[in-house]
């Protein structure tokens, strides 16, 4: 069982998605993340070991990659791909209990500012981890992000902004959700933000990477 | 004054090179699927682009504080880290530049078949793009102005450089209704996605700053000089 989990993390962490897919090179003509899933359920080995012991810890592996700069986004969006796909096996499950989320965070990039990157890669990253993500999308206004607030009772809010002068809406949102929800715990991320924003602002978290994110909301979660 | 650009393809083009270096690659280690990916990309962006943009030159001045810079009875307040590059400015060139919608609803496209990756690709080429296609407009204004013996300054945006983005509103007022298809949004974000505005400094005494990366914080800006 064991081996099988850490076969499925490899292709998670290496984006292997399936057998067709011909990424990793050096893995062309294996199967990937999607046959694994299935041939492990097939084996009986429960839904939550399959994406706890070995989707989830490849995806944590290629977080910490990304963070140290040894690969990129494009290699990211491989692995999230290999994670999808591999849920689509798991995700019945969720229906019947067999999984369950760790939580719901809400994401999106603050008003005044379209740039998805960083966002959709925080996102994926998340999700990828087991949670129930909820993406507001790009330039969205504070009382959309409260909106979502209300709709999720105990979730998490991400923020996210590339421009200096974004980072204002930042403030307000902060503001406006603690105002009816203090216990809401908001992160923030973006190039233009750091640790004193967060202060300043009453955020909770700074993440300076998408796997900070991860792990700031699964400390939480556990 | 007003100039309006329609820039061929050809003139602009968007290589591997330029997108491996802006993903990260840039050592040539880029794994073959990546690379593939952005040739196919590559071979058929020119279906989906129509670069171009202009400017409007304007007499400019200012406040007594200097940190207000006066266009045609505007009054713009950028940084004091844009106004410092500014200052000696006797005109200032308002300019816009785009691609149009069709990189944007192609990203779009591979994103609705679950297609990430293709995605990605076309929105970091169109970010290349749009900057080359400016690239061009303000090499040509360079060498109008040296006509006059006038120089110019590096390009300084909105939203960057801590300068409202709000302040789009105003600089569009510099420019004629709907210049190059270009409209703003409630947020003053701009429509095409894939375009840029801002200000170029012109004047006898202003200065082009080869490192202009070293005075802003966001050191993980995707645009910074590495």
Known sequence: ?222 | MIEKYNIEYEKVVVRLSDLERFIGYSGGDIPDLFKDIINEILADIENHVNPTGGYSINEASFTSNKNEIVADKLIFTPSQLITARLKKSEKIAAFVCTIGKGITEWANEFLKKGDTLHSYICDVAGSVLVEKTMDIIHADLKLKMADQDLRITNRYSPGYCDWSVAEQQKLFKLLPENFCGITLTETSLMNPIKSISGFIGIGKGVKFSKHDCELCNMENCVYRNK
Request: with cysteine; aromatic share 6%.
């Open chain 1, 1 to 222: 069982m064991e081996s099988l989990l850490n076969e499925i993390a490899h292709c998670v962490e290496f984006g292997k998605i399936d057998l067709k897919s011909p990424y990793p090179p050096d893995m062309k003509g294996k199967e990937g993340a999607a046959e694994l899933t299935k041939k492990a359920l097939d084996e009986g080995i429960p839904a939550k070991d399959i994406l706890e012991k070995g989707l989830i810890v490849g995806m944590a592996k290629i977080g910490i990659k990304f963070r140290a700069n040894e690969v990129f986004v494009p290699q990211v969006l491989m692995s999230a791909k290999a994670m999808s796909t591999a849920m689509e096996h798991i995700k019945p499950l969720f229906i019947t209990g067999a999984v369950k989320a760790k939580g719901t965070f809400i994401i999106g990039t603050v008003a005044g500012d379209l740039h998805d990157i960083g966002k959709n890669l925080v996102s994926m990253m998340i999700e990828g981890n087991g949670w129930n993500v909820v993406d507001l999308g790009v330039d969205v206004k504070p009382e959309k992000f409260l909106e979502a607030v209300k709709e999720n009772p105990n979730s998490y809010v991400g923020l996210s902004a590339l421009l200096t002068t974004t980072m204002v809406q930042m403030e307000k949102i902060v503001s406006l959700i603690k105002e009816d929800h203090p216990e809401t715990k908001i992160l923030i991320g973006g190039a233009p933000v750091n640790e004193n924003f967060k202060n300043k602002i009453g955020a909770d978290f700074y993440a300076p990477d998408p796997q900070g994110a991860v792990e700031y909301i699964n400390a939480g979660a556990a």
